[in-house]
């Protein structure tokens, strides 16, 4: 059905109108909460009317076909008219290059089990919009409860990405796997796909037999559907939409603690399984201080290298990058990252895309406390110097309105958003604050915030409101953090709490003496060098080194043969700016098996910086972009434009 009646449209106009007019589209109701018309609620990146007909559960059953690169299936939706809203209001999803089949109504009666049978209802799909792809609405009665939208995804949906068997590590099946954060949900399911809008799910994936299929869920797998490719999930704690993922491929699993495990290829499981040791530890680690882990178990997906991320929290099954499998677990601050989103981000949500900081910055803040847990403190600090050096960097790169952690992203990809200023300013603002309050203070502050936000969605003033409420009050301690300059403001205010690290002071005097000739190669004291030091020298190079000065270094530490996907990652950087002819084909071989858009792009930028270097990155970029994932491919394509 496409045709629309003119009387549909016209309730349709009026509709549209009327949820214009009323400045609460993505309100929650929940106890204690300001003003559900606070304009800072609404979500710029949505198209659906959560504030009048609001998504509350997803049941989903999808059939993986590989050859078409298409899911397909049926997602019922069920919804509850808000306080308010018109008895007509039309319901309004987000959808994003997806064909529409059929749309049902349906009614779940009181003492009834099912809302079946559905009706035929009168749906549109509304202009594209590039970004946010288009409305779907769909005309409701007023006692209508539930939707059924039979649908297909465009094998272009930015969400998945369809691996051939080969860019696999068995080479012998196909793999999926879909990335939703931040509004990419929406190209594989239609939903109200807002962070303050959340759901339960539950999920049926249709798989070739042979293959495994994994949710973000709790699996609910029986032996014998699994053999014939069927298998179910449930997701009963509500999240945002932007937290459903699923995976499928040559996956098995190896238990790492009693709620803590390691899905991979079999090929990987083994690496993957003695680099995640510590997992059960962390997840102990924030409970002790922070609050109970609320979502059961908490496992790890490793994915294949095209994974354009280093992870996502998906909640109880984060996804990974393979780059961190370092085999000295020198790489693991990435799995404390994503673990400790189970509370900042999966428990406690931005309620849009403008709050990305109260994800990302928390949750770095949360990270640092882990490793120097369970780590200790030395490789704390060199990893918080490590990022406040990288925040430096794009602060001289970004224009002041993007330096903002309360960041205006209207009209843009909020995407756009995840530069290193909301994680590791937002993790200096805690970090400011901890000092300034002392820990205990500040981990009792933590705690209760995590309590009384849990499963709900806020904005930076609900931050602010309980901040000041609960720690701040009018204390000495809190004059001296001026709020508006961290959450308003660019760059980095006056008085923030700078981490320090002996140990990467020391790898700084070494490269200077390096430099000005008064210590040779072997006198550099590397010998004890972590993966973090290592990191830090090369950073501490100049842009410009003489080629044998280069070779020096190789023939020392061989550089051009590490293995650790970081360490090489700025090694080649150093060799693209110098021309350093010996790791041309490393970098080569780089490029088309790593498809991390962090480690691959700032390569192809810099590569770019010459006329030769150009025509270079775009022979690699002609055989590595088949084997990128639609994110990566699309943020160097971009690069690849930009200066033509
Ligand atoms: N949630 C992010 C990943 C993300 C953010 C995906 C925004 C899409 C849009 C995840 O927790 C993350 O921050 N990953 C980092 C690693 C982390 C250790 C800083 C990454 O992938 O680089
Ligand atoms: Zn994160």
């Given at each position: 059905m496409s045709a629309m009646s003119s009387l549909f449209i016209g309730l349709i106009a009026v509709a549209f109108v009327v949820s214009m007019a009323s400045p609460c589209l993505a309100a929650g109701a929940a106890p204690g909460r300001p003003a559900v018309d606070d304009p800072a609620r609404s979500d710029r990146h949505t198209l659906g009317n959560p504030g009048q007909v609001r998504v509350g559960h997803l049941d989903l059953d999808l059939t993986v076909d590989f050859p078409r690169k298409e899911l397909r299936g049926v997602a019922i939706l069920e919804f509850q008219r808000q306080p308010g809203a018109p008895p007509d209001a039309p319901l309004f999803l987000d959808t994003r290059g997806l064909t529409i089949d059929e749309v049902g109504i349906g009614t779940m009666k009181p003492g009834q089990a099912s809302p079946a049978p559905f009706a035929p209802a009168r749906f549109q799909l509304g202009p594209k919009d590039p970004i946010l792809g288009a409305r779907l609405t769909i005309e409701l009665t007023p006692q209508a409860t539930h939707v059924r939208i039979a649908y297909r995804t465009a094998p272009t949906a930015s969400a998945l990405q369809w691996l051939e068997p080969a860019l696999t590590a068995g080479k012998r099946q196909p793999f999926l796997f879909t990335q939703s954060e931040a509004i990419h949900a929406r190209t594989w399911i239609p939903l109200q796909d807002s962070p303050g809008v959340r759901i339960t799910y539950a999920a049926t994936v249709r798989v070739p037999p042979g293959l495994t299929a994994v949710m973000a869920a709790d699996a609910q797998v029986q032996p014998e559907e699994a053999r014939q490719g069927v298998f179910r999930f449930a997701m009963p704690q509500p999240i945002p939409s932007y937290l459903i993922a699923m995976a499928a491929g040559d996956l098995v699993f190896h238990a790492l603690g009693p709620r803590t495990g390691v899905w991979a290829e079999p090929s990987v499981l083994a690496a993957a399984a003695h680099e995640f040791h510590d997992v059960e530890a962390m997840v102990g680690s924030i409970e002790k201080r922070f609050g109970p882990y609320r979502w059961g178990r908490s496992d790890?997906?490793?994915?294949?290298?095209?994974?354009?991320?280093?992870?996502?929290?998906?909640?109880?099954?984060?996804?990974?990058?393979?780059?961190?499998?370092?085999?000295?677990?020198?790489?693991?601050?990435?799995?404390?990252h994503e673990l400790a989103h189970s509370w900042s981000g999966n428990l406690v949500t931005n309620a849009t895309w403008r709050d990305f900081w109260l994800n990302e910055g928390f949750t770095t803040y949360l990270e640092r406390r882990i490793i120097e847990d369970l780590y200790g403190s030395d490789r704390a600090a060199m990893e918080s110097v490590l990022g406040l050096a990288e925040l430096r960097q794009e602060l001289r790169e970004k224009p002041a309105p993007d330096q903002v952690l309360h960041i205006d992203l209207t009209g843009r990809d909020p995407d756009d958003g995840m530069t290193r200023i909301p994680y590791e300013k937002g993790a200096l603002l805690l970090r400011t604050l901890e000092k300034a309050f002392g820990r205990s203070r500040f981990d009792d502050f933590l705690r209760s915030y995590f309590d009384r936000f849990a499963f709900q969605s806020i904005t930076t003033a609900d931050f602010v409101a309980y901040l000041k409420d609960h720690l701040l009050l009018d204390r000495d301690e809190?004059?001296?953090?001026?709020?508006?300059?961290?959450?308003?403001?660019?760059?980095?205010?006056?008085?923030?709490?700078?981490?320090?690290s002996t140990r990467l002071d020391a790898v700084d005097q070494a490269a200077r003496s390096w430099l000005d000739g008064s210590r040779a190669t072997d006198q550099l004291g590397s010998g004890d060098w972590t993966t973090h030091e290592w990191i830090r020298f090369l950073q501490a190079l100049p842009e410009e080194l003489p080629g044998d000065r280069l070779a020096e270094l190789d023939r020392a530490f061989g550089l051009t043969g590490r293995g650790n996907a970081e360490i090489a990652h700025q090694w080649l950087l150093i060799a693209i700016r110098n021309g350093y002819a010996p790791a041309d084909d490393r970098l080569k071989s780089y490029l088309t098996t790593i498809g991390r858009r962090k480690l691959?792009?700032?390569?192809?930028?810099?590569?770019?910086?010459?006329?030769?270097?150009?025509?270079?990155?775009?022979?690699?970029?002609a055989t590595a972009r088949p084997g990128y994932h639609p994110i990566t491919a699309e943020s160097i394509d971009r690069l690849l434009k930009e200066g033509r």
């Open positions: 790890i997906l490793v994915l294949p290298p095209s994974f354009p991320f280093g992870g996502m929290e998906n909640p109880k099954l984060t996804f990974a990058t393979p780059t961190i499998l370092a085999g000295d677990r020198s790489l693991v601050s990435l799995i404390a809190a004059q001296a953090i001026d709020l508006a300059a961290w959450l308003e403001g660019p760059g980095l205010p006056a008085g923030f709490a700078e981490p320090k691959v792009l700032p390569l192809f930028r810099a590569m770019l910086a010459t006329p030769a270097g150009r025509q270079r990155a775009e022979a690699i970029y």
